[in-house]
């Protein structure tokens, strides 16, 4: 080939080989770009996953925590219950020992009445008797200045039982018994020791009082709420077969008390 030939080769040569050059850089430019872009997509996926996830947990956190302030709401609420049955059954037993102890002054005084009308009058002569005579002394009838006391001691130890002073009322009660052995309020004065033990959670002891009361007042209406108590202080030392057993008790031989009533519930409730 001629030199005129070679040249025009070698420059057609030239421009094909800057005109690939140019096709290859403009591919991998393009690549590039896809590849780009794919991973700002897939970044852009990645990122609102990531925010779908934590508005989730979000939402699960705030369910969770409302569910916790409801459960402690309920419990809360079932304290409250508790505390009030609690108080609506102190304020029963105290309403209703302030009617048996008026009912019991009311009858005193109407025996003290009938026995001064029915006394002879001074100056009267004696009638004669049909043969010897052994003469029984009359009881001694308490005084209205004893009855008064007895009141007072009662009424005292009340108090200290209403103020939650557990140890001291308990005190008070038992110096109420030792002073008016005879009195009829002493059954509810044993009961009340009871209640006093138990709430200081001297079982012992306040198991002592109600069995005390049911051994020397079998047929008092407090002896229907001794044993209710005794089968609270059961289940509250674990032992609920005797508590089940006391619940029955109570049902068989006081069925139309109010602590039969409750001894069902209770019943109820044990079996559950």
Not at 120 to 133: D, F, L
Not at 196 to 219: G, I, V
Request: glycine share 6%; aromatic share 6%; proline share 5%.
């Amino acid at each position: 080939m001629n030199s005129p030939g070679r040249l025009a080769a070698a420059i057609l040569f030239a421009v094909a080989g800057t005109a690939h050059a140019g096709l290859f850089d403009d591919d991998e430019a393009r690549k590039r770009i896809e590849e780009i872009r794919s991973e700002q997509a897939r970044s852009v996926r990645e990122t609102a996953e990531r925010i779908g996830r934590l508005e989730e947990s979000v939402r699960n956190l705030g369910v969770v925590d409302l569910l916790r302030q409801i459960e402690q709401l309920n419990a809360e609420m079932a304290r409250i219950r508790g505390q009030l049955e609690v108080l609506g059954n102190q304020n029963e037993q105290i309403q209703k020992r302030q009617r048996d102890f008026y009912l019991d002054i009311d009858s005193r005084l109407k025996r003290l009445e009938g026995g001064a009308a029915s006394a002879a009058p001074a100056g009267a002569a004696p009638a004669a008797a049909a043969g010897p005579v052994v003469e029984t002394p009359p009881a001694k009838a308490p005084s209205r200045d004893d009855q008064a006391r007895e009141v007072k001691a009662y009424d005292a130890a009340s108090n200290l039982f209403r103020k939650n002073d557990f140890v001291s009322a308990a005190e008070a009660f038992g110096a109420f018994l030792k002073d008016h052995p005879q009195s009829a309020l002493a059954p509810n004065a044993l009961y009340w020791i009871g209640i006093c033990h138990a709430n200081t959670r001297d079982f012992k002891n306040a198991l002592a009082a109600q069995e005390s009361l049911l051994a020397r007042y079998p047929q008092s209406p407090k002896a229907p709420d001794a044993l209710l108590a005794i089968a609270a202080i059961q289940s509250e030392q674990g032992d609920s077969g005797s508590a089940r057993n006391t619940l029955e008790d109570i049902i068989a031989r006081f069925p139309g008390s109010e602590a039969a009533g409750k001894a069902r519930t209770r019943l109820s409730a044990l079996r559950r």
